[in-house]
Protein backbone atom coordinates (compact mmCIF):
# COMPACT_ATOMS: atom_id res chain seq x y z
CA UNK A 1 0.00 0.00 0.00
CA UNK A 2 1.28 3.30 -0.59
CA UNK A 3 1.55 5.93 2.00
CA UNK A 4 0.14 8.44 -0.17
CA UNK A 5 -2.89 6.59 -0.67
CA UNK A 6 -3.54 6.95 3.51
CA UNK A 7 -6.19 10.04 4.01
CA UNK A 8 -5.01 12.53 6.92
CA UNK A 9 -7.10 12.15 10.07
CA UNK A 10 -9.39 14.72 10.44
CA UNK A 11 -11.78 16.37 13.06
CA UNK A 12 -12.16 14.67 16.36
CA UNK A 13 -9.68 11.99 15.32
CA UNK A 14 -6.61 15.27 14.97
CA UNK A 15 -7.57 16.58 18.34
CA UNK A 16 -7.40 13.03 19.59
CA UNK A 17 -3.75 12.62 17.96
CA UNK A 18 -2.96 16.31 19.84
CA UNK A 19 -4.11 16.55 22.91
CA UNK A 20 -2.63 14.09 25.15
CA UNK A 21 -4.63 11.81 27.57
CA UNK A 22 -3.63 12.65 31.21
CA UNK A 23 -6.15 10.38 32.59
CA UNK A 24 -3.39 7.87 32.95
CA UNK A 25 -1.41 9.94 34.69
CA UNK A 26 -2.02 9.90 38.94
CA UNK A 27 -3.29 12.86 41.00
CA UNK A 28 -0.11 13.51 43.82
CA UNK A 29 -0.79 12.50 47.39
CA UNK A 30 -0.29 16.00 48.45
CA UNK A 31 -2.84 17.76 46.30
CA UNK A 32 -5.78 17.42 48.20
CA UNK A 33 -9.09 19.59 47.75
CA UNK A 34 -8.35 21.33 51.02
CA UNK A 35 -4.96 22.52 50.31
CA UNK A 36 -6.27 23.88 47.34
CA UNK A 37 -9.08 25.92 48.42
CA UNK A 38 -6.79 27.30 51.23
CA UNK A 39 -4.09 28.31 48.67
CA UNK A 40 -7.50 29.83 46.88
CA UNK A 41 -8.46 31.95 50.20
CA UNK A 42 -5.25 32.64 50.65
CA UNK A 43 -4.62 34.56 47.75
CA UNK A 44 -8.20 36.01 47.72
CA UNK A 45 -7.17 37.53 50.98
CA UNK A 46 -3.85 38.88 50.09
CA UNK A 47 -5.63 40.80 46.96
CA UNK A 48 -8.39 41.90 49.36
CA UNK A 49 -5.25 43.31 51.91
CA UNK A 50 -3.37 45.03 49.03
CA UNK A 51 -6.31 46.62 47.61
CA UNK A 52 -7.36 48.07 51.17
CA UNK A 53 -4.12 49.29 52.62
CA UNK A 54 -2.32 52.04 51.29
CA UNK A 55 0.60 54.63 52.40
CA UNK A 56 1.04 57.79 52.05
CA UNK A 57 4.51 59.71 52.30
CA UNK A 58 5.29 62.43 55.14
CA UNK A 59 5.05 65.06 52.01
CA UNK A 60 1.87 63.96 50.36
CA UNK A 61 -1.86 63.96 51.51
CA UNK A 62 -4.56 61.24 49.72
CA UNK A 63 -7.75 62.47 48.38
CA UNK A 64 -10.28 59.42 48.90
CA UNK A 65 -12.52 58.71 45.65
CA UNK A 66 -15.47 56.37 46.09
CA UNK A 67 -17.25 55.23 42.56
CA UNK A 68 -15.60 58.65 40.99
CA UNK A 69 -16.65 61.12 44.21
CA UNK A 70 -13.96 62.49 46.74
CA UNK A 71 -15.15 61.27 49.69
CA UNK A 72 -12.14 62.13 52.31
CA UNK A 73 -8.56 63.60 52.69
CA UNK A 74 -6.09 61.19 54.25
CA UNK A 75 -2.68 62.68 56.36
CA UNK A 76 0.38 61.05 55.48
CA UNK A 77 0.68 57.10 57.43
CA UNK A 78 -0.95 53.99 57.16
CA UNK A 79 -5.03 54.32 55.93
CA UNK A 80 -7.74 51.80 54.72
CA UNK A 81 -10.08 52.10 51.86
CA UNK A 82 -12.83 50.09 50.49
CA UNK A 83 -11.87 47.59 48.11
CA UNK A 84 -12.92 47.75 44.36
CA UNK A 85 -14.88 50.71 44.71
CA UNK A 86 -12.20 53.05 46.10
CA UNK A 87 -9.33 54.88 44.73
CA UNK A 88 -6.79 57.30 46.31
CA UNK A 89 -5.08 60.09 44.71
CA UNK A 90 -1.45 61.65 46.34
CA UNK A 91 -1.03 65.27 46.12
CA UNK A 92 2.53 67.07 47.08
CA UNK A 93 1.62 69.15 49.66
CA UNK A 94 5.02 69.85 51.20
CA UNK A 95 7.42 69.84 48.27
CA UNK A 96 7.82 72.36 46.38
CA UNK A 97 7.08 72.20 42.81
CA UNK A 98 8.80 74.07 39.80
CA UNK A 99 7.87 74.42 35.92
CA UNK A 100 11.34 75.54 34.10
CA UNK A 101 10.76 78.05 31.04
CA UNK A 102 13.54 78.24 28.12
CA UNK A 103 15.68 75.25 29.00
CA UNK A 104 14.60 71.72 30.74
CA UNK A 105 17.14 70.22 33.66
CA UNK A 106 17.70 66.43 33.14
CA UNK A 107 19.67 65.67 35.77
CA UNK A 108 20.35 68.03 39.02
CA UNK A 109 22.93 67.43 41.09
CA UNK A 110 26.97 68.31 41.58
CA UNK A 111 26.81 68.33 37.88
CA UNK A 112 23.28 69.41 36.51
CA UNK A 113 22.51 68.31 32.86
CA UNK A 114 20.19 70.25 30.98
CA UNK A 115 18.30 68.73 28.14
CA UNK A 116 19.57 69.59 24.28
CA UNK A 117 16.13 70.50 22.71
CA UNK A 118 15.14 73.92 21.74
CA UNK A 119 12.83 75.77 24.12
CA UNK A 120 13.31 79.19 22.42
CA UNK A 121 9.96 79.78 21.66
CA UNK A 122 9.28 80.13 25.01
CA UNK A 123 12.40 82.68 25.89
CA UNK A 124 12.06 84.94 23.44
CA UNK A 125 10.42 88.29 23.98
CA UNK A 126 9.68 91.59 22.92
CA UNK A 127 10.60 94.18 24.56
CA UNK A 128 8.60 97.48 25.29
CA UNK A 129 11.38 99.47 22.79
CA UNK A 130 10.96 96.90 19.80
CA UNK A 131 14.06 94.55 20.75
CA UNK A 132 14.33 91.19 21.66
CA UNK A 133 15.52 89.22 24.25
CA UNK A 134 16.19 85.89 25.48
CA UNK A 135 14.44 85.28 28.62
CA UNK A 136 15.09 81.79 30.95
CA UNK A 137 13.12 81.72 34.42
CA UNK A 138 11.86 78.96 36.51
CA UNK A 139 8.46 79.27 38.62
CA UNK A 140 8.70 77.51 42.09
CA UNK A 141 5.01 76.99 43.57
CA UNK A 142 3.53 74.70 46.43
CA UNK A 143 -0.27 73.18 46.21
CA UNK A 144 -2.39 74.23 49.00
CA UNK A 145 -5.45 73.02 47.62
CA UNK A 146 -5.19 69.35 46.55
CA UNK A 147 -9.13 69.59 45.71
CA UNK A 148 -8.85 72.55 43.36
CA UNK A 149 -5.35 71.20 42.23
CA UNK A 150 -6.80 68.26 40.82
CA UNK A 151 -10.52 68.65 40.08
CA UNK A 152 -10.61 72.38 38.91
CA UNK A 153 -9.00 72.35 35.49
CA UNK A 154 -8.95 69.79 32.89
CA UNK A 155 -5.14 70.33 31.84
CA UNK A 156 -3.52 72.36 34.89
CA UNK A 157 -0.14 72.00 34.32
CA UNK A 158 -0.39 73.38 30.69
CA UNK A 159 -2.73 75.95 31.81
CA UNK A 160 -0.88 77.30 34.47
CA UNK A 161 2.64 77.12 31.73
CA UNK A 162 0.26 79.47 29.67
CA UNK A 163 -0.56 81.65 32.28
CA UNK A 164 3.08 82.14 33.27
CA UNK A 165 4.22 82.76 29.80
CA UNK A 166 1.52 85.62 29.51
CA UNK A 167 2.52 86.84 32.59
CA UNK A 168 6.32 86.90 31.43
CA UNK A 169 5.60 88.54 28.44
CA UNK A 170 3.80 91.28 29.55
CA UNK A 171 5.86 92.41 31.89
CA UNK A 172 9.02 92.14 30.13
CA UNK A 173 6.81 94.17 26.87
CA UNK A 174 6.69 97.03 29.70
CA UNK A 175 10.35 97.78 29.97
CA UNK A 176 13.28 98.61 27.77
CA UNK A 177 15.68 95.97 26.47
CA UNK A 178 18.37 97.37 28.77
CA UNK A 179 16.14 96.95 31.92
CA UNK A 180 15.39 93.28 31.08
CA UNK A 181 19.07 92.84 30.53
CA UNK A 182 20.74 94.77 33.65
CA UNK A 183 18.98 96.78 36.17
CA UNK A 184 15.31 95.74 36.18
CA UNK A 185 15.73 91.84 36.30
CA UNK A 186 14.37 91.83 40.04
CA UNK A 187 11.54 94.04 39.55
CA UNK A 188 10.44 91.90 36.86
CA UNK A 189 10.59 88.92 38.93
CA UNK A 190 8.43 90.41 41.73
CA UNK A 191 5.68 92.15 39.58
CA UNK A 192 5.76 88.78 37.58
CA UNK A 193 5.34 87.21 40.41
CA UNK A 194 2.57 89.08 42.08
CA UNK A 195 0.15 89.00 38.16
CA UNK A 196 0.64 85.21 38.10
CA UNK A 197 -0.78 85.10 41.94
CA UNK A 198 -4.15 87.22 40.59
CA UNK A 199 -4.02 85.13 37.78
CA UNK A 200 -4.02 81.44 39.42
CA UNK A 201 -6.14 82.36 42.35
CA UNK A 202 -8.81 83.63 39.38
CA UNK A 203 -8.81 80.45 38.38
CA UNK A 204 -9.04 78.63 41.45
CA UNK A 205 -6.14 76.43 40.72
CA UNK A 206 -5.19 75.76 44.24
CA UNK A 207 -0.91 76.80 44.45
CA UNK A 208 0.67 79.59 45.87
CA UNK A 209 3.55 81.15 43.98
CA UNK A 210 6.68 80.88 46.60
CA UNK A 211 9.10 82.47 43.78
CA UNK A 212 9.88 83.59 39.97
CA UNK A 213 13.52 83.02 39.32
CA UNK A 214 15.03 84.58 36.10
CA UNK A 215 17.57 82.02 35.13
CA UNK A 216 19.43 83.65 32.23
CA UNK A 217 18.48 86.80 30.63
CA UNK A 218 20.49 87.71 27.17
CA UNK A 219 20.52 88.89 23.92
CA UNK A 220 19.56 86.90 20.78
CA UNK A 221 22.69 84.83 19.25
CA UNK A 222 22.98 87.06 16.24
CA UNK A 223 23.23 90.56 18.42
CA UNK A 224 25.42 89.00 20.62
CA UNK A 225 28.77 90.70 19.77
CA UNK A 226 26.97 93.90 19.44
CA UNK A 227 25.78 94.41 22.53
CA UNK A 228 28.91 93.30 24.02
CA UNK A 229 30.32 96.16 22.17
CA UNK A 230 27.58 98.73 23.57
CA UNK A 231 28.16 97.17 26.72
CA UNK A 232 32.77 97.83 26.88
CA UNK A 233 31.18 101.51 25.28
CA UNK A 234 29.03 102.46 28.21
CA UNK A 235 31.35 101.14 30.65
CA UNK A 236 34.16 103.01 29.81
CA UNK A 237 32.11 106.03 29.21
CA UNK A 238 31.61 105.20 32.87
CA UNK A 239 34.89 104.83 34.13
CA UNK A 240 35.42 107.96 32.57
CA UNK A 241 32.55 109.62 34.72
CA UNK A 242 33.83 108.15 37.73
CA UNK A 243 37.28 109.41 37.26
CA UNK A 244 36.19 113.43 36.01
CA UNK A 245 34.30 113.15 39.09
CA UNK A 246 36.82 111.81 41.20
CA UNK A 247 39.09 114.71 39.88
CA UNK A 248 36.17 117.06 40.33
CA UNK A 249 35.76 116.42 44.29
CA UNK A 250 39.30 116.17 44.68
CA UNK A 251 40.29 119.56 43.34
CA UNK A 252 36.81 121.80 43.68
CA UNK A 253 36.85 121.52 47.42
CA UNK A 254 40.47 122.20 48.08
CA UNK A 255 39.80 125.47 46.17
CA UNK A 256 36.46 126.04 47.99
CA UNK A 257 38.35 125.60 51.17
CA UNK A 258 41.68 127.73 49.86
CA UNK A 259 38.85 130.41 48.98
CA UNK A 260 37.00 130.37 52.25
CA UNK A 261 40.91 130.57 53.93
CA UNK A 262 41.42 133.92 52.08
CA UNK A 263 38.07 135.23 52.85
CA UNK A 264 38.70 134.97 56.73
CA UNK A 265 41.94 136.51 56.65
CA UNK A 266 40.76 138.97 54.83
CA UNK A 267 38.05 139.55 56.80
CA UNK A 268 40.33 138.83 60.31
CA UNK A 269 42.83 141.70 58.35
CA UNK A 270 40.12 144.60 58.03
CA UNK A 271 39.22 143.57 61.13
CA UNK A 272 42.40 144.27 62.77
CA UNK A 273 42.96 147.12 61.22
CA UNK A 274 39.51 148.94 61.95
CA UNK A 275 39.99 147.81 65.91
CA UNK A 276 43.75 149.40 65.41
CA UNK A 277 42.32 152.06 63.78
CA UNK A 278 39.48 152.99 66.37
CA UNK A 279 42.46 152.19 69.18
CA UNK A 280 44.25 154.74 67.52
CA UNK A 281 42.10 157.23 67.47
CA UNK A 282 40.71 156.46 71.26
CA UNK A 283 44.58 157.28 72.10
CA UNK A 284 44.73 160.42 70.17
CA UNK A 285 40.97 161.86 71.66
CA UNK A 286 42.88 160.80 75.57
CA UNK A 287 46.28 162.75 74.74
CA UNK A 288 44.46 165.73 73.88
CA UNK A 289 42.04 165.71 76.71
CA UNK A 290 45.08 165.60 78.73
CA UNK A 291 47.25 168.43 76.74
CA UNK A 292 43.94 170.67 76.68
CA UNK A 293 43.89 170.72 80.20
CA UNK A 294 47.95 170.65 81.16
CA UNK A 295 49.75 171.55 78.13
CA UNK A 296 53.15 171.64 79.13
CA UNK A 297 53.02 168.52 81.17
CA UNK A 298 51.71 167.12 77.92
CA UNK A 299 54.07 167.87 76.10
CA UNK A 300 56.81 167.13 78.86
CA UNK A 301 55.49 163.63 79.23
CA UNK A 302 54.96 162.56 74.74
CA UNK A 303 59.25 164.33 75.03
CA UNK A 304 60.32 161.90 77.35
CA UNK A 305 58.24 158.99 75.87
CA UNK A 306 58.91 159.58 72.45
CA UNK A 307 62.70 159.41 73.70
CA UNK A 308 62.36 156.17 75.63
CA UNK A 309 61.53 154.80 72.22
CA UNK A 310 64.01 156.13 70.29
CA UNK A 311 66.76 156.42 72.27
CA UNK A 312 67.28 152.56 72.74
CA UNK A 313 67.34 152.15 69.04
CA UNK A 314 70.48 154.44 68.56
CA UNK A 315 73.17 152.83 70.08
CA UNK A 316 75.98 154.36 71.91
CA UNK A 317 76.19 157.97 70.79
CA UNK A 318 78.10 161.28 72.45
CA UNK A 319 75.93 164.12 73.24
CA UNK A 320 77.84 167.81 73.31
CA UNK A 321 75.81 171.09 75.07
CA UNK A 322 75.27 173.63 72.37
CA UNK A 323 76.81 176.17 74.67
CA UNK A 324 79.95 174.63 76.01
CA UNK A 325 82.35 172.89 74.42
CA UNK A 326 83.17 169.61 77.05
CA UNK A 327 82.23 166.66 76.18
CA UNK A 328 79.05 165.09 77.76
CA UNK A 329 79.87 161.48 78.87
CA UNK A 330 78.54 158.65 77.03
CA UNK A 331 75.79 156.70 78.55
CA UNK A 332 75.09 153.43 77.22
CA UNK A 333 71.29 152.77 76.33
CA UNK A 334 70.76 150.60 78.95
CA UNK A 335 72.03 152.80 81.58
CA UNK A 336 69.35 155.24 80.00
CA UNK A 337 66.82 152.71 80.43
CA UNK A 338 67.34 152.03 83.58
CA UNK A 339 67.55 155.91 84.32
CA UNK A 340 64.38 156.61 82.64
CA UNK A 341 61.32 155.12 85.28
CA UNK A 342 58.89 153.32 83.28
CA UNK A 343 55.41 155.51 82.34
CA UNK A 344 53.24 155.11 85.70
CA UNK A 345 49.84 157.37 83.99
CA UNK A 346 49.43 157.88 80.24
CA UNK A 347 49.21 161.37 79.54
CA UNK A 348 45.53 162.86 80.69
CA UNK A 349 45.48 160.06 83.52
CA UNK A 350 45.72 162.58 85.83
CA UNK A 351 49.62 162.96 86.36
Given at each position: MNIFDEQPPTGPELWKRRIPDISQYEKPAWLTPRLIRNVVLGLVALIMLTSTAFQIPPEEVGLVRRLG???RTTEPGLHFKLPFVEDVL?????????EEFGF???AAGTTTRYSTADFTGESVMLTGDLNVAVVEWVVQYRVTDPYNYLFKLRDLTGTFRSMAQAVMREVVGDRTVTEVLTVGRQEIATTSERLLQEMVNQYEMGVVIEQIVLQ???PPDPVKPSWDEVNQAQQQRDRLVNEALAEYN???PRAKGEASQAVLQAEGYALERVNSAQGDATRFKAVYEAYRRAPEVTRRRLYLESMQRVLPQLGTKVFTDKGTSTVIPIVPSEVLKALIPPTATRPGGGQ
Open positions: KVVRVPVQRQLKRTVDVTKVV
